[in-house]
């Protein structure tokens, strides 16, 4: 483990060494989407004084102009870092768009759990743990804790 990371290195490079890998970029996640949401676009930048465990990072979005607003910069625990621990010199000179951290987190993401031909709202099959569908059975439950349920017709209102 370096002691300290490269100059150029992001959430992507850095991921083999994250403490919490999951958990730290689904946080990032939520930042960089309220960003972009708010702004059209967003990045983030790591910080890169530390060995890439539990980097701060900072969210921005660029201007029309091609510069960089910051929108927030934060704790590896998603909290907000204040302004005297977020000096320019301390971030990466490399950042990832809300779209590389969302393919990332994707990417990183168990896909035993997927089952193909279902779509998110994207239009990309879904990444997430799927639930089986459970029908509210019509009627009363039987007694004495059975799951048996009697079939029954509806009738078309």
């Not at 992507?12 to 989407?33: C, I």
């Not at 960003?35 to 890169?48: D, L, R, S, T």
């Amino acid at each position: 483990m370096p002691k300290k990371i490269a100059p150029d290195s992001t959430i992507a490079t850095v991921w083999p060494h994250l403490v919490h890998q999951r958990s730290y970029v689904a946080g990032v996640l939520n930042k960089v989407r309220l960003c972009n949401k708010e702004h059209g676009n967003a990045f983030v930048k790591i910080g890169v004084t530390g060995s890439g465990q539990k980097p701060c990072y900072r969210v921005f979005h660029l201007e029309a102009d091609g510069s960089e607003t910051i929108f927030g910069s934060y704790w590896d625990m998603h909290d907000t870092l204040e302004n005297e621990h977020a000096l320019n010199a301390n971030w990466s000179i490399a950042a990832m768009s809300y779209e590389e951290v969302h393919a990332l987190m994707i990417d990183k993401s168990p896909s035993d759990n997927v089952r193909p031909g279902l779509s998110g709202r994207d239009g990309g099959d879904s990444r997430r743990v799927l639930k089986p569908h459970l029908d509210v059975p019509c009627g009363p439950r039987p007694l004495a804790g059975s799951i048996a349920v009697r079939a029954c017709a509806t009738k078309p209102t």
